[in-house]
């Protein structure tokens, strides 16, 4: 799918190239931002010096990797450069900790989605819970991969770690949303393949 | 490898639909399309810059070469004149002579120098010094030497170090002057090279009285003393054949004709007979 995207067209400055990069990331990134930092006139604008950055930086660009992971880190930059300058503007003193002091709060949207019935309802309200009760980076790696379809290395790349820390990470945030009995019920026959899955893991980690 | 394979985005989430994306999708052509003209612009610009720039070192240039190109004249009237060349070499241009030359040229395009009349050179070693006149081109390397020019026709004195002297014509033949040495040039040859009058070496000198009156030789072909003798005494000397093969060293007083026979003839072994004024005859002692 990236591979229709020329780089050379980028670099070139094509109006073409850059409409189609703009309409297939722009929604994953807006999705993305909105988790950082849940503002939509601070998401647009920062996917919006994003793009206008790349337009005009083109010619000294290198072609990245992953165009996802390179747009993903890019936006994430942006934002938490923004998150620090209001906050030395707000507050008048630096705070060394605000680059990490994004929630990556994910909020389970209950109305959308078509409740039956009492147990339907019971449900998002548990993962609701176990989902506040992972840690922020496992929170935003099973964001990544589940939701956004991101790969391990690409994950990897967008929060700087290594990719055998996304696969103990998110493996582990898994494992703990099957200890819940409401979920592991939920997830049902999935549960089996993935215990399993786990074991390989291990095995490949020693 | 890979990560267990369970669907957790059964559960949609919050803040997933871009809304407002065709809005900004817009503002950002919008955005590109006004960046591309600004880009254009300064494309322009400094495609302007680069031809004024141009220009700049065009007029540069032109400018250099003028400079190079800049010639010093200077013409004397009742009085002769000394000139220092940036070399450090000096002219002294005779009356009524004109010289020029490029000082900005001088020590990168060579020493090259017009003449129009008479001057004495002495030149410091140096690239090729080379004296441009009507009748002829004089170069030499580092010497001294005169230029008297007449009509049509100029002589050439070296007093010193040697000197290379061509005709200005389209076949002029040149011929190299030594020490003591001196020639006349016509457009079209230059003549074989005849010593100088000893009365006039060292002409440019400041003499004294004396010094100017009474002349040395050494080793000088005899034939050439007695054409000093003619010239000086407006005489004629007969049977000068005699002389032939024949040096003199010795003295010569411009001013006493007597002495300066008796001096030159006996020493030479010669006898001489005044037949009248202007008329004198060799002969030899029997």
Not at chain 1, 133 to 159: N, T
Not at chain 1, 168 to 184: C, G, H, I, P, Q
Not at chain 2, 146 to 171: F, W, Y
Request: with cysteine.
């Amino acid at each position: 799918m990236e591979g229709v995207i020329s780089w050379n067209d980028i670099v070139a400055g094509k109006e073409d190239a850059f409409r189609m990069l703009y309409d297939r990331y722009s929604d994953l990134l807006y999705g993305y931002g909105m988790k950082i930092k849940a503002n939509e006139t601070v998401v647009m604008d920062a996917i919006q010096s994003l793009f206008m950055n790349i337009f005009e930086k083109r010619r000294h660009l290198a072609a990245p990797n992953s165009m996802t992971a390179y747009l993903c880190r890019s936006l994430k930059n942006l934002l938490i450069n923004e998150m620090q300058s209001a906050t030395v503007r707000n507050t008048c003193e630096l705070d060394e900790s605000v680059s990490n002091n994004y929630d990556f709060d994910l909020e389970v949207d209950a109305e959308s989605a078509i409740i039956a019935n009492e147990s339907d309802s019971e449900k998002y309200r548990v993962f609701q819970a176990e989902l506040n009760k992972l840690s922020r980076q496992q929170r935003e790696m099973l964001y990544l991969r589940y939701y956004k379809g991101l790969e391990v290395d690409e994950i990897a790349e967008v929060l700087s770690v290594s990719k055998r820390t996304v696969y103990n990470t998110t493996n582990n945030a898994l494992s703990r949303l099957r200890e819940n009995k409401v979920l592991a019920r939920y997830f049902g026959e999935t549960a089996l393949l993935a215990l399993l899955s786990i074991g390989r893991f291990y095995v490949f980690s020693i | 490898m890979d990560i267990e394979r369970i669907d957790i985005s059964k559960f949609p989430l919050k803040h997933e639909a871009f809304v407002r994306k065709n809005e900004l999708g817009d503002k950002l052509a919008a955005l590109r399309a006004v960046r591309r003209t600004t880009e254009m612009a300064a494309k322009r610009r400094r495609n302007r810059a680069w031809a004024w720039s141009g220009a700049g070192f065009a007029a540069a240039m032109v400018a250099f070469a003028v400079f190079l190109m800049q010639t010093v004249t200077i013409t004397t009237a009742h009085e002769k004149q000394v000139v220092t060349l940036p070399c450090g070499s000096t002219v002294t241009v005779a009356e009524n002579s004109r010289i020029s030359y490029k000082p900005h040229a001088w020590n990168l395009l060579g020493r090259d120098i017009e003449l129009d009349g008479s001057a004495y050179f002495s030149v410091n070693k140096g690239n090729t010094f080379t004296v441009n006149t009507d009748c002829g081109n004089v170069s030499v390397l580092g010497t001294e030497f005169e230029i008297l020019e007449q009509p049509n026709a100029m002589t050439v004195k070296c007093h010193d170090g040697r000197v290379k002297v061509t005709a200005s014509g389209d076949d002029g033949s040149s011929v190299v002057l030594d020490k003591g040495e001196c020639v006349e040039v016509t457009k079209t040859e230059v003549s074989e090279p005849e010593q100088i009058a000893a009365s006039e070496q060292n002409l440019s000198e400041d003499e004294t009285e004396e010094e100017s009156r009474i002349i040395e030789y050494n080793r000088e072909p005899l034939m050439n003393v007695v054409s000093e003798i003619e010239r000086c005494f407006e005489v004629t000397v007969k049977n000068k054949s005699l002389c032939s093969n024949l040096d003199y060293s010795g003295v010569f007083y411009t001013d006493d004709m007597d002495l300066t026979l008796e001096i030159v003839f006996s020493s030479c072994g010669f006898d001489y007979e005044l037949i009248d004024e202007n008329m004198i005859e060799l002969k030899n002692i029997e």
